[in-house]
């Protein structure tokens, strides 16, 4: 990324994010109003770590339970909401995400209907290091007579 050639890039202005605690996952993102499926969330720009510093330091502290695979071997640490986002297992997040390697960010999209209450929750994959915590309000999908077939064909079908 060459800082003199980014165009800007403009962060959605929802309003309505906030953090919270969640009584078994600890803080979280959650948002006080409804948000549409399909609007993008948040955009988080990201710390790159090389391989090797993170081999030899990254993944020896708390940063190794914040980060992002990247390109070419590197890691990512979302900065912003991007590290606050909790999990919840594959086909059960509400929010999916797209890493932009060009321009160094994640963005963060709705899956489904957000109600307003709900913590907003992505999927950091199937091997994780830790119990999962399912919740019953944001891992049951918005009725809707033609669900997308995944959370990734959806986020497949953005133009970011």
């Known amino acids: 990324m060459n800082d003199g050639d980014e165009e800007a890039v403009h962060l959605p202005e929802l309003g309505c994010l906030e953090l919270r605690c969640h009584p078994q996952r600890g803080r979280g993102v959650f948002t006080r109003n409804a948000i549409g499926r399909g609007t993008l969330v948040h955009i988080s720009p990201v710390l790159i770590f090389g391989h090797e510093e993170y081999r030899d330091y990254g993944k020896h502290t708390c940063l190794d339970h914040y980060t992002y695979r990247w390109q070419k071997g590197q890691y990512a640490l979302a900065l912003g909401l991007g590290s606050m986002f909790n999990h919840e297992p594959p ?37 994780v290091w830790f119990d999962v915590v399912t919740d019953t309000v944001s891992s049951k999908p918005a009725a809707t007579e033609n669900p997308p077939e995944t959370p990734l064909d959806f986020l497949r079908s953005f133009e970011l």
Do not use: Q
Request: aromatic content about 8%.
């Open 91 to 127: 086909g059960s997040e509400n929010v999916g995400f797209v890493r932009d390697m060009d321009r160094a960010l994640i963005k963060y999209v709705a899956l489904r209907d957000i109600a307003a209450g709900e913590e907003l929750c992505i999927c950091y994959g199937s091997n």
